[in-house]
């Protein structure tokens, strides 16, 4: 007993230095920079940020020279890949070339070489001295992944950086891409960070990453784990989305202009005391009178206009695009269930970007059950939420519409999201199921990351019609409601079921009708254990196909 006690107490040390080590957080409270450290289920301390931590720049260096591009006005050329660099598997295939905001989001040094750009060492320290920056970042030749910085004058730094605005738009798309794009169901729109990996400076075979930006409130923060940044947002998403807070964007998005009750003739609105109201900006409580006679009251902190034409009056809405998005929700539906809400938030917004007509400096979109109805009164709190966790997200490749209970193609049923949350759906997956064709995207830059095969999908719904007998007598088998089948840009087939698509080559020969087939079965098959079943899922496809 007491050789094998022995071998066990030496083992625990072992034990405990195989353990991942925890990973850091540091970002800037009301009361003060903190450092949080957390594994994948919680956070296990928390702790001011010790002025003595630092961490390499790895990436972040191209956000600092992006910061300058921007700010400064430049208008450098794309990079043209030619397939002579290793380097540019980062950036684009040869023959190809790439812009100054996807070479941000995918991390391509070779765009951002100081070279390239034509910036040379004197104007650099001009631009930065005069913005204060730290020391480390006056130095051309410092700007390089090895060199250290602490992390509190990194979170300085980030909290006035040139363009931040700006490179807050364009990183959305780092959370978007991160982990294939299921982390997005986790973090929302909230985080806007580049990242970075670098060599552990404990074990030369190892490597560290992470992330620094901010969220969409400006906060600025900065994380650092074992491993690559890649497999870090992945493995993290969810105890991050449940740590990171909500706030109100920065930056909440182009003026929505919107003719409030453009169905609804008005008679007259009255003001305090019930003397008609003034035309010209609206402020305080009102009661609207329209020629139905039904009455209404409004609210308005200055976002309210009353107008005539040709006598009548009429009320038009000058709205942020975010506070647009939460006063629809509050006009159309509940704050819960909250994955729901958050469904219903990106169509409501995809929708006004798919329908609105440019104002000048604003979007234009009629109040009304044909387009979408606006609460006349700011969002409640709720409301906002919801609204603040999806900024900027929406649908592309499939228009989209929405009602209460009826589904129908590239249409939304709340009452259908309201049963798939309380299944336990999160809001990415109740969106692939209604518009299963489109992707998550960034209001900016709206890219489908499904490119859709409209003739496989069409041959696969007529076959399985013809194949309904014999598939109806498989236990398990559930015919789907909507899938899509997308194009495979490299690998093998698969299935994504969570957004119920099927990737595959193409249409062009038995094995890709195999192929399809295949993975069909695999989506069909899903809540069975036939649905794990290669062996099963094989033969059925080929019997179905062949005999």
């Known amino acids: 007993m007491r050789p094998r006690l022995a071998w066990l107490l030496l083992l625990l040390p072992l034990c405990a230095a195989a353990a991942p080590a925890p990973v850091q957080l540091a970002w800037r409270t009301p009361q003060g920079d903190q450092l949080l450290r957390l594994d994948r289920q919680q956070v296990l301390e928390r702790q001011p940020l010790p002025a003595a931590l630092r961490t390499p720049l790895g990436s972040l260096w191209k956000l600092f020279v992006f910061a300058w591009l921007v700010d400064s006005g430049q208008r450098e050329a794309d990079y043209s890949c030619t397939g002579e660099s290793r380097e540019e598997v980062y950036c684009c295939t040869a023959g190809q070339s790439i812009g100054r905001e996807q070479a941000l989001v995918k991390s391509?040094?070779?765009?951002y070489q100081p070279a390239r750009l034509g910036l040379d060492a004197a104007t650099w320290r001009r631009y930065w001295s005069a913005h204060q920056a730290p020391e480390w970042l006056l130095d051309l030749d410092?700007?390089?992944?090895?060199?250290?910085?602490?992390?509190?004058?990194?979170?300085?730094?980030?909290?006035?950086?040139?363009?931040?605005a700006e490179a807050r738009r364009v990183l959305l798309n780092v959370a978007l891409n991160a982990d294939d794009g299921h982390a997005v169901a986790s973090l929302g729109g909230r985080l806007r960070v580049k990242t970075w990996s670098w060599l552990d400076e404990r074990d030369a075979q190892a490597r560290r990453g992470g992330f620094a930006g901010w969220l969409v409130d400006g906060t600025p923060l900065w994380m650092s784990g074992p491993g690559t940044s890649k497999t870090l947002l992945a493995q993290?998403?969810?105890?991050?989305?449940?740590?990171?807070?909500?706030?109100?964007?920065?930056?909440?998005?182009?003026?929505?202009?919107?003719?409030?009750f453009s169905r609804y003739p008005l008679r007259q609105v009255l003001g305090a005391q019930g003397r008609p109201a003034t035309p010209g900006v609206l402020n305080g409580r009102y009661q609207v009178t329209f020629d139905n006679g039904n009455q209404l009251a409004i609210d308005s902190s200055g976002e309210l206009f009353l107008q005539r034409s040709d006598g009548q009056p009429q009320l038009v809405a000058?709205?942020?695009?975010?506070?647009?998005?939460?006063?629809?929700?509050?006009?159309?539906?509940?704050?819960?269930?909250?994955?729901?809400?958050?469904?219903l938030a990106v169509t409501i917004r995809t929708y006004l970007l798919q329908n609105a007509a440019p104002r000048g400096e604003c979007l234009s979109i009629d109040d009304s059950s044909q387009r979408q109805r606006v609460a006349p009164r700011p969002a409640v709190a709720e409301m906002r939420a919801v609204a603040a966790f999806t900024d900027g997200l929406v649908l592309a490749g499939s228009t989209v519409t929405y009602h209460n209970d009826q589904p129908g193609p590239a249409r939304l049923s709340w009452q259908d999201a309201q049963a798939q949350a309380a299944s336990g759906l999160r809001f990415d997956a109740i969106l692939a199921r209604a518009f299963p064709r489109a992707s998550l995207s960034a209001w900016s830059n709206p890219v489908a990351a499904c490119q859709?095969?409209?003739?496989?999908?069409d041959w696969l719904?007529?076959?399985?019609?013809?194949?309904?007998?014999?598939?109806?007598?498989?236990?398990?088998?559930?015919?789907?409601?909507?899938?899509?089948v997308c194009q495979l840009s490299s690998g093998r087939p698969y299935v994504d079921r969570e957004r119920q698509r099927i990737y595959v080559r193409?249409?062009?020969?038995?094995?890709?009708r195999l192929d399809l087939t295949h993975e069909y079965l695999h989506l069909a098959f899903q809540a069975h254990p036939n649905g794990q079943d290669e062996g099963f899922v094989e033969s059925l496809a080929r019997r179905l196909l062949l005999e």
């Not at 006063?327 to 269930?337: I, M, W, Y």
């Not at 193409?506 to 890709?512: A, H, P, R, V």
């Open 108 to 111: 391509c040094g070779l765009y």
């Open 461 to 484: 719904r007529k076959q399985r019609r013809e194949w309904r007998a014999r598939l109806d007598d498989e236990p398990g088998y559930e015919e789907l409601s909507s899938f899509a």
């Open 236 to 260: 993290y998403a969810e105890v991050l989305g449940g740590l990171l807070p909500t706030p109100w964007p920065a930056e909440p998005g182009r003026c929505v202009e919107v003719g409030l």
């Open 318 to 343: 000058r709205l942020d695009r975010e506070e647009y998005v939460a006063r629809v929700l509050q006009r159309e539906a509940t704050a819960e269930p909250a994955e729901a809400a958050k469904a």
């Open 142 to 164: 410092r700007v390089q992944p090895q060199t250290e910085v602490p992390v509190a004058e990194l979170l300085d730094l980030l909290a006035r950086l040139p363009a931040q």
């Open 452 to 457: 859709p095969l409209p003739a496989a999908e």
């Open 506 to 512: 193409g249409l062009y020969s038995m094995q890709d």
